[in-house]
């Protein structure tokens, strides 16, 4: 696969050093306008929330006080008020959007299912080179979460494995591909990895149609492990590969609804694919979501294994309104969680693919 962004060298999985974030020294680019809003996509095509609010507004005030303001209302009144109104969502769509931009954005981890925690932990953390970073057990809730990574949860990105008592198998499904992890020798990896007794599906060598040399390995519930070779990085969980079935209708809702950047886009006939990388920083330096798209696949089973990415964000509130401006679906109402007091908000994006935006400052007072 041709590499268009540059890369920089990477540490070996075991010697991986604590570096900050880079999210705050991401690249942004400038908004596009007009603004080509609201966002549509199939399956969520609506008028955005806000033109739905002001339309049931303006009727709403007509038809509660309106009586004889409205009937003596002139087309020309008329028209004047719409304009002004369609300015007025314009201006808040702008101002949601810069603010989309300026947000200070970071993944923070992958959530998703496992059938014996165990097992998985003992995998990442002797195949794969993870450290086990916490645990905590909810059993009012009967389940257990464990944190993996390469390093501090306040400035990598990490895996969230949850066990759900006495659920012992998950469907992965079609739509999820992968997590990215990059390494100094992909061969090396692999040899350690059977060494282990891991499970080790594509053997290291070039990726199809490109030179950069990968090797699949799976972990004990089926979800793929990509090993890419590269230099050094701070962050070698570097990708999380979702399946798309639009792949222009998921980058214009990942840049506009959630401020990222389209890192890179890459076609490759012979296979008949084409991914798109889309993060809040560099590929070699920073977690991203590669999006794929299978030439003629419109949907994929999203099984019941994988759940979420969550994200940093300096207001939820603020996020959530956005995502609704964008036309995007809000699943969860911004506010904070009983019982933990953390703010959150999630949505969906046009494939269904959901995320959680979880406050900065309450997410790191969790950590302490
Ligand atoms: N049909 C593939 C398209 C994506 C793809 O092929 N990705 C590359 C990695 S970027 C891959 O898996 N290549 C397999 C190989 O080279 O053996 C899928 O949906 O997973």
Same mark, same amino acid.
């Given at each position: 696969?041709?590499?268009?962004?540059?890369?920089?060298?990477?540490?070996?999985?075991?010697?991986?050093?604590?570096?900050?974030?880079?999210?705050? +020294?991401?690249? #942004?680019?400038?908004?596009?306008?007009?603004?080509?809003?609201? =966002?549509?996509?199939?399956?969520? #095509?609506?008028?955005?929330?806000?033109?739905?609010?002001?339309?049931?507004?303006?009727?709403?005030? /007509?038809?509660?006080?309106?009586?004889?303001?409205?009937?003596?209302?002139?087309?020309?009144?008329?028209?004047?008020?719409?304009?002004?109104?369609?300015?007025?969502?314009?201006?808040?769509?702008?101002?949601?959007?810069?603010?989309? *931009? *300026?947000?200070?954005?970071?993944?923070?981890?992958?959530?998703?299912?496992? +059938?014996?925690?165990? *097992?998985?932990? *003992? =995998?990442?953390?002797?195949? /794969?080179?993870?450290?086990?970073?916490?645990? #905590?057990?909810?059993?009012?809730?009967?389940?257990?979460?464990? =944190? /993996?990574?390469? +390093?501090?949860?306040?400035?990598? !990105?990490?895996?969230?494995?949850?066990?759900?008592?006495?659920?012992?198998?998950?469907?992965?499904?079609?739509?999820?591909?992968? =997590?990215?992890?990059?390494?100094?020798?992909?061969?090396?990896?692999?040899?350690?990895?059977?060494?282990?007794?891991?499970?080790?599906?594509?053997?290291?060598?070039?990726? %199809?149609?490109?030179?950069?040399?990968?090797?699949?390995?799976?972990?004990?519930?089926?979800?793929?492990?990509?090993?890419?070779?590269?230099?050094?990085?701070?962050?070698?969980?570097?990708?999380?590969?979702?399946?798309?079935?639009?792949?222009? #209708?998921?980058?214009?809702?990942?840049?506009?609804? !959630?401020?990222?950047?389209?890192?890179?886009?890459?076609?490759?006939?012979?296979?008949?694919?084409?991914?798109?990388?889309?993060?809040?920083?560099?590929?070699?330096?920073?977690?991203? /979501?590669?999006?794929?798209?299978?030439?003629?696949?419109?949907?994929?089973?999203?099984?019941?294994?994988?759940?979420?990415?969550?994200?940093?964000?300096?207001?939820?509130? %603020?996020?959530?309104?956005?995502?609704?401006?964008? +036309?995007?679906?809000?699943?969860?109402?911004?506010?904070?969680?009983?019982?933990?007091?953390?703010?959150?908000?999630?949505?969906?994006?046009?494939?269904?693919? %959901?995320?959680?935006?979880?406050?900065?400052?309450? !997410?790191?007072?969790?950590?302490?």
């Amino acid at each position: 696969m041709v590499r268009v962004l540059p890369m920089t060298p990477s540490l070996h999985l075991a010697s991986v050093a604590a570096v900050r974030s880079v999210s705050n +020294g991401r690249l #942004r680019l400038p908004l596009p306008l007009p603004l080509p809003l609201p =966002f549509s996509a199939p399956s969520l #095509r609506r008028p955005s929330l806000i033109s739905l609010r002001t339309i049931s507004q303006q009727e709403g005030f /007509l038809g509660r006080r309106g009586g004889r303001y409205a009937r003596n209302f002139s087309s020309v009144e008329a028209g004047a008020a719409g304009n002004m109104a369609q300015a007025s969502i314009a201006l808040k769509q702008e101002e949601a959007l810069e603010w989309v *931009k *300026k947000d200070n954005r970071r993944m923070l981890h992958v959530v998703y299912r496992v +059938g014996d925690l165990d *097992k998985t932990i *003992k =995998f990442y953390t002797e195949c /794969l080179g993870m450290k086990l970073l916490r645990k #905590r057990d909810i059993p009012e809730e009967r389940y257990t979460n464990a =944190f /993996l990574g390469y +390093g501090p949860e306040d400035s990598h !990105f990490v895996v969230e494995l949850t066990y759900n008592y006495g659920v012992h198998q998950y469907d992965i499904g079609t739509g999820f591909g992968h =997590f990215g992890i990059a390494v100094e020798d992909v061969a090396k990896t692999v040899d350690l990895i059977k060494a282990k007794g891991g499970k080790v599906t594509r053997e290291p060598g070039s990726v %199809k149609g490109g030179e950069t040399v990968i090797a699949f390995v799976e972990d004990p519930d089926g979800y793929k492990f990509e090993l890419l070779e590269r230099g050094p990085t701070p962050e070698p969980l570097c990708q999380v590969m979702l399946r798309v079935g639009d792949l222009d #209708r998921s980058i214009a809702f990942y840049e506009k609804a !959630f401020g990222m950047e389209l890192l890179c886009k890459k076609d490759n006939p012979e296979n008949k694919y084409t991914v798109a990388m889309m993060g809040y920083g560099p590929e070699d330096k920073s977690t991203v /979501l590669e999006l794929t798209y299978n030439y003629g696949v419109k949907e994929y089973n999203k099984g019941n294994g994988y759940a979420q990415i969550a994200i940093g964000t300096d207001d939820v509130y %603020k996020t959530a309104e956005a995502i609704k401006i964008c +036309g995007g679906q809000v699943t969860r109402e911004p506010g904070p969680l009983p019982g933990i007091n953390t703010k959150i908000t999630a949505c969906v994006d046009p494939d269904g693919w %959901k995320t959680v935006f979880v406050d900065n400052i309450d !997410f790191v007072k969790e950590l302490e």
